[in-house]
Nanobody
């Protein structure tokens, strides 16, 4: 079965950068999607970025366009979220998620999730 393990979270000052990693194991499909979400306590999970494994196309929520970049390594085992120009509004628990079909930046479409990694941006 597919398993996702995130890492790379931490604390950073505003304007700084972090790179999150999501190790994907057990994935045997051709195509599908890897997405990053974030969540604050008491808030809904927000889609941040997605990567279509089949086409390589990416999508981002408006608030992170130009600052975040989603990618994967050549072996397809690890996905990354490079985050730059971070601001306090980016503080959240970040999750990677996987589905075997097309990408959507909506949490309800995903049934495989990592455990999450905390990102804290101080002003």
């Amino acid at each position: 079965r597919v398993q996702l393990v995130e890492s790379g979270g931490g604390s950073v000052q505003a304007g700084g950068s972090l790179r999150l990693s999501c190790i994907v194991s057990g994935y045997t499909y051709t195509g599908g999607c890897l997405a990053w979400f974030r969540q604050l306590p008491g808030k809904e999970r927000e889609g941040v970025a997605s990567l279509d494994f089949g086409t390589g196309s990416t999508a981002y929520t408006d608030s992170v366009k130009g600052r975040f970049a989603i990618s994967q390594d050549s072996a397809g085992n690890t996905a990354y979220l490079q985050m730059s120009s971070l601001n306090p509004e980016d503080t959240a628990v970040y999750y990677c998620a996987n589905r075997a079909r097309a990408c959507y930046l909506a949490a309800d479409w995903y049934n495989i999730w990592g455990q999450g990694t905390q990102v804290t941006v101080s002003s």
